[in-house]
């Protein structure tokens, strides 16, 4: 007697389930990580937006890396630079005008079902600096499409998006050469 099984690789169909991954802590490597995810994903012919919150106004490599990658790639830099450091002239109202600009950017993106990535890069500090609301990115998590992943990078991630996360990597510091009295360098810092 001869049993016949239905082909199961065609007949079933699985639906993807977007993750939500964190890198965080005071390590380097958060921003890395991402974009790391990012060329991986583009390997696959996947669509990969970054939204960068803080970074927008100084010029590091990826502004010229990313326009090699594109159209699977696309890079958004919104911010006015690093908050209340070194040549930041900014008030504080413009670092969160611009920030809530760049959360309105993603919510759009994110709905916009064009991305199969899409990465929040330095969204965790935005949030520590209480330039955007919590409750806003809490939301944006929670409403993304089902089959989207969502990396949000900076430092000081707070519980609350951590416990919404599938994965959650911490960055240590264990040395950095800064404290040595050497400065970021191009090509490696930025």
Request: proline share 2%; with cysteine; aromatic share 6%.
């Amino acid at each position: 007697m001869l049993i016949f099984l239905p082909d199961i690789s065609r007949t079933c169909i699985v639906k993807k389930q977007g993750l939500v991954i964190v890198y965080t802590g005071k390590g380097k490597g958060k921003t890395t990580a991402a974009l790391g995810m990012a060329l991986r994903a583009i390997g696959y012919d996947h669509k990969v937006c970054m939204i960068q919150f803080i970074k927008g106004s100084w010029h590091y490599g990826e502004m010229t890396s990313s326009k090699k990658l594109e159209p699977e790639f696309e890079l958004t830099a919104v911010g006015k630079g690093f908050v209340g450091i070194m040549d930041d002239k900014s008030s504080i109202e413009e670092h969160r005008k611009i920030a809530n600009e760049a959360l309105h950017i993603a919510q759009k993106k994110i709905n916009s079902k064009k991305y199969n990535l899409v990465i929040l890069d330095e969204i965790n500090y935005a949030v520590n600096l209480g330039l955007i609301n919590l409750d806003d990115v809490l939301d944006l998590i929670m409403k993304k499409p089902k089959d989207l992943n969502l990396v949000l990078t900076g430092n000081y991630a707070r519980n609350e998006i951590i416990d919404l996360a599938d994965l959650v990597t911490e960055m240590k510091e264990i040395k950095h050469p800064f404290k040595s009295g050497i400065r970021a360098r191009e090509g490696i810092d930025f």
